[in-house]
């Protein structure tokens, strides 16, 4: 299986910073990539796919980059409905897999 | 709109077996592009990936390794849903179950439509 490890597991911010989320791949993934934001009591909701392209309706603030084991979640200026829990997922093979999740925290 | 609900009870007795079914509206589980996945959530797995049924041509199932001797998971065309099974389930196993759809093509398959999620408590 291919283990997805996320850092920070949580932060502390405040609003309008700067937010970087960082996930690593335990192998080659190429772009196989996506983001998911989760709010409490609510379903994971799709950011980023395919490492760098933001879902229909998703701010721009969201961004994603990176390709192969390396990737980065951005939120360029952070509003108070950020704050939130966020999960990588790769796609590239089965079974899928997810990060432990960041926590942002006011 | 495509949209996914979920049905199903909230607790199971142990070594019983566990049932969800998600039904979907706006979207054919029969799609040659689509995949119908089950995801559940737990505090102790965090969110944990357990399979998905697709149809190519003809039906086609996967299953993540540590749960494939006791997961099934089915489709039913005619209503238009598809429906997790476990078995002999343990505490363990308590968590929100999710369906979730993905899409071969652009989004590389991501999860982009969720179900509401059901709790399920395994607990005699």
């Known amino acids: 299986d291919i283990q997805m490890t996320q850092s920070p597991s949580s932060l502390s911010a405040s609003v309008g910073d700067r937010v970087t989320i960082t996930c690593r791949a335990s192998q080659n993934i190429d772009i196989y990539l996506c983001w998911y934001q989760q709010k409490p009591g609510k379903a994971p909701e799709l950011l980023i796919y395919a490492a760098s392209s933001l879902q229909s309706g998703v701010p721009s603030r969201f961004s994603g980059s990176g390709s192969g084991t390396d990737f980065t979640l951005t939120i360029s200026r952070l509003q108070p409905e950020d704050f939130a829990t966020y999960y990588c997922q790769q796609s590239y093979n089965t079974p899928r897999t997810f990060g432990g999740g960041t926590k942002v925290e006011i | 709109q495509v949209q996914l609900q979920q049905s199903g009870p909230g607790l199971v007795k142990p070594s019983q077996i566990l049932s969800v079914t998600c039904a979907i509206s706006g979207d054919s589980v029969s799609r040659n592009s689509g995949a119908w996945n089950w995801i559940r959530q737990s505090p102790s797995r965090g969110l944990e990936w357990l399979g998905r049924?697709?149809?190519?041509?003809?039906?086609?199932?996967d299953y993540a390794p540590s749960i494939k001797s006791r997961i099934i998971i089915n489709q039913d065309t005619s209503r238009n849903q598809f429906s997790l099974q476990l078995n002999s389930v343990t505490p363990e196993d308590t968590a929100v179950y999710y369906c979730?759809?993905?899409?071969?093509?652009?989004?590389?398959?991501?999860?982009?439509?969720w179900g509401q999620g059901t709790l399920v408590t395994v607990s005699s």
């Open positions: 049924t697709y149809y190519r041509s003809k039906w086609y199932n």
């Open positions: 979730a759809r993905g899409i071969v093509g652009p989004t590389l398959d991501a999860f982009d439509i």
